[in-house]
């Protein structure tokens, strides 16, 4: 049986719920991490050294850090139908996998998501979040040009690219902030709304983190 420890209103949770249900994967989550605590048992039972999650554990296996954790349930699970064999398409989507952990996830979940959404009012840093806003713009820019020719970031089919960089939108396209008006990204943000597997992980209220940083 998969475990996955983490809660489920985690950015990074719930990208590897996403893809566990979209492989149609039987596991137990565990939640941790916020008001579940737990942090410290990961240490203690060697599931993960930083004490964070998610971390998935397989059959006495533990992996941690999400993207990890991705690449390996679409290795051993997956069939090829998200992180193909083939060295020349793996690089393509690990490309965009990178890109949304490196450019893509400090300029949102970091600068705008916290620094606008969890930080309390009285505490943002306007023109912190400003730039963040207008980086965030830019970037989502530069996948509209990549979706205008493909329906998902690496083609034509959903891969490791979408789940990466698309557990972002629903929540980009949720908060009260200026927004270019990008045709193909929201092409593509419909097309992933109508997943059952995104709709079930990925497109859950967060008002509880609203203006909250212990949390």
Known sequence: MLTLWGRRNSFNVQKTLWLL???GLDYRHV???????????LRDRGLNPHGRVPVLEDDGLPVWESHAILRYLAARYGAGA???????????IDGWMDWAQTALQPAFLNG??????????????????NASVARCAELFGLMDEALASAPFLAGDRLTLADVAAGAALFRYYELEIDRPRLPHVEAWRDRLYER???????????DELRGRLDF
């Open 21 to 23: 249900d979209e492989i």
């Open 196 to 206: 059952p597997a995104y709709r079930a992980n990925v497109m859950l209220p967060f």
């Open 112 to 129: 705008v998501f916290w620094g606008f959404y969890r930080t309390p009012e009285e505490q943002r840093d306007w023109p912190a979040i």
């Open 31 to 41: 939640p941790a991490g916020g008001g579940f605590g737990r942090l410290g048992e």
């Open 82 to 92: 998200f992180w193909p064999d083939d060295p020349a398409e793996r690089a393509r």
